[in-house]
């Protein structure tokens, strides 16, 4: 066998090897790193959805609460509150023809005699937001 002087660097199949196993290496990261991104834009959508669901609610219950009971009713599918309107159209919930919630698929609002007022959201996701409020007069702030 025959000694090699002041012969350095690598051989073609060392650098294949190597080249491979970057390659392998850089797909896996790919791979994982994908999934990741993936997985989180699913999650931060399915968030603003819950968000959407509960602005949504927050402003007709917060509404709901301050007004007197005998000028809150149910009708076709409205709510009437005070002077607000709500209702479910083309898939958004409406205040007054105005766009409050989109991607809803049922809002359902019935009032159980004087006492009850039951509110049920859902988006089109199946994502279900349900509610119920006493319309007591004496726990009323006033007409809002």
């Known amino acids: 066998m025959m000694k090699r002087?002041?012969?350095?660097?690598?051989t073609l199949i060392e650098v294949l090897l190597a080249a491979?196993?970057?390659?392998?290496?850089?797909?896996?990261?790919?791979?994982?790193?994908?999934?990741?991104?993936?997985?989180?834009?699913?999650e931060t959508a399915s968030a603003e959805e819950q968000i959407n669901l509960r602005q949504a609610m927050s402003?007709?219950?917060?509404?709901?609460?301050?007004?007197?009971?005998?000028d809150i009713s149910v009708e076709n599918g409205?709510?009437?509150?005070?002077?607000?309107?709500y209702k479910l159209s083309n898939g958004s919930i409406q205040k007054?023809?105005?766009?409050?919630?989109?991607?809803?698929?049922?809002?359902?609002?019935?009032?159980?005699?004087?006492?009850m007022l039951?509110?049920?959201?859902?988006?089109q996701n199946g994502t279900e937001l349900k509610t119920s409020l006493s319309l007591n007069s004496s726990?009323?702030?006033?007409?809002?």
Not at 5 to 10: E, F, L
């Open 20 to 42: 491979a196993l970057i390659a392998v290496v850089a797909l896996l990261m790919y791979s994982f790193f994908g999934q990741g991104f993936a997985l989180y834009g699913v």
């Open 96 to 115: 007054d023809g105005v766009a409050i919630a989109n991607g809803i698929a049922v809002f359902d609002v019935s009032r159980t005699g004087d006492a």
């Open 5 to 10: 002087i002041g012969k350095t660097g690598y």
């Open 59 to 70: 402003d007709i219950t917060n509404i709901v609460r301050v007004t007197d009971p005998d």
């Open 118 to 123: 039951v509110i049920r959201i859902v988006n």
């Open 78 to 85: 409205v709510l009437t509150v005070g002077s607000r309107k």
């Open 139 to 144: 726990q009323t702030g006033g007409t809002a």
